[in-house]
Every structure is written in structure tokens, then in C-alpha cells.
């Protein structure tokens, strides 16, 4: 007996530019998989409660609700309990628990492209995306610094200089400027200082190319964007949901 129709879905605020439900219905439709892959885009993360009320199979969650999720869960795993976000939501044994697949994927997304001198990164953000992106930088014992606008990270963005970027060689991009619709708006960081041997990379998908990646790509850097790391992460919570 085929199982019945299943639903999925994303939890965010201001998420119509998510390429979730498209890559998840391709999937579906692909594999004859009797489920659909919607948005839930709720404007204050007590409304989690009725999403969680519409009989969904698993969800994801994004910016800005990784970690303000967290109450709302019977119990966290693995990764996500150590780096304290969640972006993977599976409904098991009537428990609502929390994964955090982003570690997973970023980490298949940036590691190939990873050489001898990229010793250390700097993290642009201090969000949930930001914390796995720091769990597998010290997986790959890779030094880093946090930027920010708080004063409470190790840089601001003014502090930002030629000394210190040809120090660090890695750069992410873990803050939301350049999302679409919003495509020129970009981390305030000295595109000056960039190299041919710098690794810059922006958790961002849509645009393809961020303003952020477009001006480190005009001075010579490696770049990749986000939607590797969404691919692989979606698959690990597609296992996860099928647990």
C-alpha cells in the first residue's frame, strides 16, 4: 500500500527566495514520492506551534530561527546540541527533535576546496549558520576569528585590515546581506586585501553570485556559494525525516 500524502516544509521570516521547495518537489516528482515541500514563513517563532500542528513529516528551519527554535523541541541531537542551532526538525515516537545538518554540508561543500596555506578563516555573522560553520572549522583544525558588528566578537568590521586578511585566508559570509532581493548590499570588508589566494565563500545561494563574491572573485579569490550546502544538508535531513 503506498504510504499517503506527506508534507514538508521550511520554517523562516521573508523566505519566498528559498530554493528549498523547488529542489525538494524536483525530488519528489523525480523519485514518485507522493509528498509536497512548502513554506511556512511566520513573522515571530511562536507561530511554530501551528506548523507543527499540520501533521508535517519533517521540516527545516532558517534565519532568523535556528536557535530561537530550540524551545519549542522536545530534544536536540548530535551537532546541534553542542553548537546550540537547528535547521532540521524530525517528527519521531511523538518527540519533535532537532538536528543541525548545515554542519554536514558546509563541510562537503568547502572541504575539496581547501589548500595547504588556508590555516585560518574569518566568519562574517554570529547566527545560527555561523555556529555550524565554526563546529567544522574546528573539526578541520582550522584557527578563526568571528566579525561582527557586536563588539562582543573577536573583530568588527573596522577593525578589518590588509594585516589581518592576508593573515586569514578563508573568509565566509554567514550574515544575510546580498539575499535577493537585496543583491547589492554586502559585508563591510577591505575587497582591497583580497588575493588570488584567498578562499571566500558565501553561505547565500540566490543570487547566484552575491556582490560579496563578485568583488572577491575581481581580485583573483576562489569563491563558492551556499547551494552546494543546501543540496547536501536537504539530503542529510531527507534521511533523517526516513529514519
Same mark, same amino acid.
Given at each position: 500500500?503506498?504510504?499517503?500524502?506527506? &508534507?514538508?516544509?521550511? =520554517?523562516?521570516?521573508? %523566505?519566498? @527566495?528559498?530554493?528549498?521547495p523547488?529542489?525538494?518537489?524536483?525530488?519528489?516528482?523525480e523519485? *514518485? &514520492? *507522493?509528498?509536497?515541500?512548502?513554506?511556512?514563513?511566520? *513573522?515571530? =517563532?511562536?507561530?511554530?506551534?501551528?506548523?507543527?500542528?499540520?501533521?508535517?513529516?519533517?521540516?527545516?528551519?532558517?534565519?532568523?530561527?535556528?536557535?530561537? =527554535?530550540?524551545?519549542?523541541?522536545?530534544?536536540?541531537?548530535?551537532?546541534?546540541?553542542? %553548537?546550540?542551532?537547528?535547521?532540521?526538525?524530525?517528527?519521531k515516537?511523538? $518527540? =519533535?527533535?532537532?538536528?543541525?545538518?548545515?554542519? %554536514?554540508?558546509?563541510?562537503?561543500?568547502?572541504?575539496?576546496?581547501?589548500?595547504?596555506?588556508?590555516?585560518?578563516?574569518?566568519?562574517?555573522?554570529?547566527?545560527?549558520?555561523?555556529?555550524?560553520?565554526? @563546529?567544522?572549522?574546528?573539526?578541520?583544525?582550522?584557527?578563526?576569528?568571528?566579525?561582527?558588528?557586536?563588539?562582543?566578537?573577536?573583530?568588527? @568590521?573596522?577593525?578589518?585590515?590588509?594585516?589581518?586578511?592576508?593573515?586569514?585566508?578563508? %573568509?565566509?559570509?554567514?550574515?544575510?546581506?546580498?539575499?535577493?532581493?537585496?543583491?547589492? $548590499?554586502t559585508?563591510?570588508?577591505?575587497?582591497?586585501?583580497?588575493?588570488?589566494?584567498?578562499?571566500?565563500?558565501?553561505?547565500?545561494?540566490n543570487?547566484?553570485?552575491?556582490?560579496?563574491?563578485r568583488?572577491?572573485?575581481?581580485?583573483?579569490?576562489?569563491?563558492?556559494?551556499?547551494?552546494?550546502?543546501?543540496?547536501?544538508?536537504?539530503?542529510?535531513?531527507?534521511?533523517?525525516?526516513?529514519?
Amino acid at each position: 500500500m503506498r504510504e499517503k500524502h506527506k &508534507i514538508f516544509g521550511l =520554517i523562516g521570516k521573508n %523566505i519566498s @527566495y528559498s530554493f528549498s521547495p523547488n529542489y525538494f518537489n524536483n525530488k519528489f516528482k523525480e523519485e *514518485d &514520492i *507522493d509528498a509536497e515541500y512548502r513554506l511556512f514563513d511566520i *513573522d515571530e =517563532i511562536n507561530k511554530v506551534k501551528g506548523v507543527f500542528n499540520q501533521s508535517v513529516g519533517g521540516l527545516n528551519v532558517t534565519i532568523p530561527y535556528k536557535e530561537e =527554535i530550540i524551545p519549542f523541541l522536545d530534544e536536540i541531537s548530535g551537532a546541534a546540541k553542542e %553548537i546550540n542551532a537547528v535547521n532540521t526538525i524530525q517528527f519521531k515516537d511523538y $518527540k =519533535i527533535i532537532g538536528h543541525n545538518t548545515d554542519v %554536514i554540508g558546509f563541510r562537503k561543500s568547502i572541504e575539496p576546496l581547501l589548500k595547504a596555506h588556508h590555516k585560518k578563516a574569518l566568519i562574517l555573522g554570529t547566527g545560527g549558520a555561523s555556529k555550524a560553520v565554526k @563546529y567544522v572549522f574546528k573539526e578541520l583544525n582550522i584557527d578563526f576569528k568571528v566579525v561582527s558588528r557586536s563588539d562582543k566578537a573577536d573583530f568588527t @568590521y573596522e577593525d578589518l585590515n590588509e594585516e589581518i586578511l592576508s593573515e586569514y585566508l578563508i %573568509i565566509v559570509n554567514c550574515t544575510p546581506l546580498g539575499t535577493f532581493p537585496n543583491v547589492e $548590499k554586502t559585508p563591510n570588508i577591505p575587497f582591497e586585501a583580497i588575493t588570488d589566494k584567498h578562499l571566500v565563500y558565501d553561505l547565500i545561494y540566490n543570487p547566484e553570485k552575491t556582490t560579496f563574491l563578485r568583488k572577491a572573485e575581481n581580485n583573483g579569490a576562489t569563491i563558492k556559494n551556499g547551494l552546494e550546502m543546501l543540496q547536501k544538508q536537504a539530503d542529510v535531513a531527507w534521511e533523517i525525516w526516513n529514519r
